[in-house]
């Protein structure tokens, strides 16, 4: 009787045992996808007592955004401490700088024994912990424990430019919301976010020197509904919205938090009726002009021949320059009609003068002058591939939107080049079945396609393929009123591209991308992203 009951006690205490030890070891579904992971057999569990060692004060801030999402999720309180010792079972985060890791880059070692995260700058260090931070439960939910999955990964990304554009003005954005889009950046590893800020329906941001261009330039006093297509109907609603210059250092300064730069855009010489709406001065005829109300490309321009046009144009960079720490400011250049400039006699004056034969010249002259003024400043140009008609100005880097063309040109000069294919980079355009959509302008982008494309095109050497910083996802707000329409329209399709610039090219594999994603929307659930099913139902 005495032995049955030992060997009873014993199966329990055996079977209780090996419980213990069988820790299944979760499935490691990483987006974007890292450029060497090897999976380990094993686990760490990460304990509210976990020791969590920084080996500096930049670590230590940084380890902010892993001690948050413990907490956050799943309510393990754990705080990140300064020590020279690295005691046993403990996560290390270190920012080495003798790693002879690049920027972005970090290594991330999960064993038994504890978790190693290496970088040689605190954006690698940042990457590493978004990468942690997915190898834990997708979900919200209270713990003891969180177990990781043992594994090697060496990670770094292919592009440097991993961009993604907001216009908030066909639509304005609220600061909250603008600050929600870069967490969600940051979760994907993009590191540049290109802030469309002017445009001929709205100027969204204070400048001092000019204070009409927010009283007069950011209101416009309705809006066209649907696609106007007949019948033309307006909501007979006036729509506006700016971001003080306090607001934009508060959006700076958090993206700076997330190693994301922002590139501002001061659109001109077209996309340009919201700033002569203020000050009419600035164009061809004089005016009136008024904050325009239907989308499209519009005739009224800054004037290329007046004084005036250019004395504006850099006053406002430099109150720019001092709110954007960027290499880069964005200048527009696109979808400059020349009809105004035909027909004014400053312009022709000007073209004369400076032996400038077309008005394709001209607007060339306009942005090598804009190009100066900010290389003087200590930035550098960006525009839309029309900078490239009538010569390109010396410095200037290229955004190619109009399919590759424009890249392509730009790079075999020696020019540096974003590439935004509409074809690959419009998340404007629809991405599942239209009737079951809501409205959007048009076009038609499945998530495998973006997820299908190659920034650097194959007619290009080596050396001009260096010229290739990367790739940039465009969303254009004509149709998206509400911040929960734009993000509709941005995941998963950001997702995709996030793996086009992050993972190595002969790395991708659309049904393992669809496995992983699997993963990555209860994540999006999990922030409340709003994002289209059409494809995980
Ligand atoms: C073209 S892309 C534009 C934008 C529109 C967009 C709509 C570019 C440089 N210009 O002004 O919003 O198409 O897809």
Request: glycine content about 8%; aromatic content about 12%; hydrophobic content about 35%.
């Amino acid at each position: 009787m005495n032995s049955l009951r030992f060997l009873i006690i014993s199966l329990v205490f055996i079977s209780f045992m090996s419980c213990k030890e069988e820790v299944i070891r979760p499935e490691v579904k990483l987006v974007p996808q890292p450029a060497m992971l090897i999976d380990r057999e094993g686990t760490f569990a990460i304990l509210p007592e976990t020791p969590l060692v920084v080996n500096n004060e930049e670590a230590l801030k940084v380890s902010g955004f892993l001690t948050k999402h413990l907490e956050d999720f799943y309510g393990i309180k754990n705080s990140g401490r300064l020590t020279a010792s690295e005691p046993k079972k403990s996560i290390s985060l270190k920012i080495d700088k003798s790693s002879g890791l690049g920027k972005e880059a970090y290594n991330l070692s999960v064993n038994p024994k504890g978790v190693t995260l290496v970088a040689s700058e605190p954006n690698g260090l940042f990457y590493g912990i978004q990468t942690l931070i997915q190898l834990m439960p997708s979900s919200r939910k209270k713990l003891t424990e969180v177990i990781l999955p043992a594994l090697e990964i060496k990670d770094s990304p292919r592009f440097t430019w991993r961009g993604l554009h907001l216009d908030v003005c066909r639509h304005f954005m609220p600061k909250e919301f603008v600050k929600k889009y870069l967490d969600y950046m940051a979760m994907h590893k993009f590191n540049t976010f290109h802030w469309h800020l002017t445009e001929d329906q709205g100027w969204r941001i204070e400048i001092k020197k000019y204070p009409k261009l927010t009283e007069v330039g950011s209101i416009r006093k309705e809006t066209l509904i649907g696609h106007g297509r007949n019948p033309v109907n307006y909501d007979n609603t006036p729509y506006g919205g700016f971001y003080s210059q306090e607001d934009v250092k508060e959006i700076v300064q958090y993206a700076a938090d997330r190693f994301i730069t922002v590139v501002p855009e001061i659109e001109m010489p077209g996309h340009a009726l919201s700033a002569l709406a203020s000050y009419p001065e600035l164009g061809c005829t004089g005016g009136p002009y008024e904050v325009a109300t239907r989308w499209g490309v519009f005739d009224d321009v800054y004037c290329a021949g007046k004084e005036e046009t250019f004395t504006f144009l850099q006053d406002v960079i430099d109150e720019i320059v001092t709110l954007f720490p960027s290499e880069y400011i964005h200048i527009g250049g696109d979808e400059c009609p020349k009809t105004k400039w035909q027909k004014c006699p400053l312009c022709q004056k000007r073209m004369r003068q400076d032996s400038l034969t077309t008005e394709h010249e001209l607007q060339s002259y306009f942005v090598q002058r804009m190009e100066k003024y900010l290389n003087s400043k200590g930035k550098k140009l960006i525009g839309w591939d029309e900078i490239l008609e009538g010569g390109l100005a010396p410095n200037a880097a290229v955004m190619s939107w109009r399919e590759e063309e424009g890249g392509i040109a730009a790079a075999k000069q020696h020019h540096f080049v974003v590439m935004t294919p509409g074809k690959y980079c419009y998340f404007d355009h629809y991405q599942t079945d239209p009737k079951t959509e809501p409205l959007a302008i048009g076009g038609f982008l499945p998530l495998k396609q973006v997820y299908e494309y190659e920034p650097v095109p194959s007619s290009l050497t080596e050396e001009e393929a260096s010229y290739i910083m990367g790739a940039q996802g465009n969303v254009w707000t004509e149709y998206m009123k509400t911040s929960q329409h734009v993000e509709y329209m941005v995941y998963p399709r950001a997702a995709a591209l996030a793996e086009v610039v992050w993972s190595p090219k002969g790395s991708k594999n659309y049904e393992g991308f669809q496995h992983r994603m699997a993963e990555q929307i209860k994540r999006y659930d999990a922030y409340g992203i709003n994002y289209c099913k059409a494809e995980f139902k």
